[in-house]
């Protein structure tokens, strides 16, 4: 089993900038791809970025390509996201996911673990 716990959403002016973090334990983190996702209210959840196991050539959604980061430490267990010049279309609760296999996939399907989501508010 894997347990995930996002930490670092607030509320932050528009232009300005959030780092999330995501704890993760349990089992082998790194050899998981890991991702981060976002719902807004009333929204289907989507994706936002993923990185492989290794570290290297991450994805990201078209939506915050240029502006968001994700990485990972695999010797904390632990991803983040940087998140810079955030707008108020970035408002939302931000999930941490866990995947099985190395390779990440940009599908809710494609990730079996998830934290219990931190909130991303951003003001106008």
């Known amino acids: 089993q894997v347990q995930l716990v996002e930490s670092g959403g607030g509320l932050v002016q528009a232009g300005g900038s959030l780092r999330l973090s995501c704890a993760a334990s349990?089992?082998?983190?790194?050899?998981?791809?890991m991702a981060w996702f976002r719902q807004a209210p009333g929204k289907e959840r989507e994706f936002v970025a993923a990185?492989?196991?290794?570290?290297?050539?991450?994805s990201y959604a078209d939506s915050v390509k240029g502006r968001f980061t994700i990485s990972r430490d695999n010797a904390k267990n632990t991803v983040y996201l940087q998140m810079n010049s955030l707008k108020p279309e970035d408002t939302a609760v931000y999930f941490c996911?866990?995947?099985?296999?190395?390779?990440?996939?940009?599908?809710?399907?494609?990730?079996?673990?998830w934290g219990q989501g931190t909130q991303v508010t951003v003001s106008s």
């Open positions: 349990g089992r082998t983190f790194s050899s998981a791809a």
């Open positions: 996911a866990a995947s099985r296999l190395s390779l990440f996939s940009t599908r809710l399907t494609g990730y079996p673990y």
């Open positions: 990185i492989p196991w290794s570290g290297g050539s991450p």
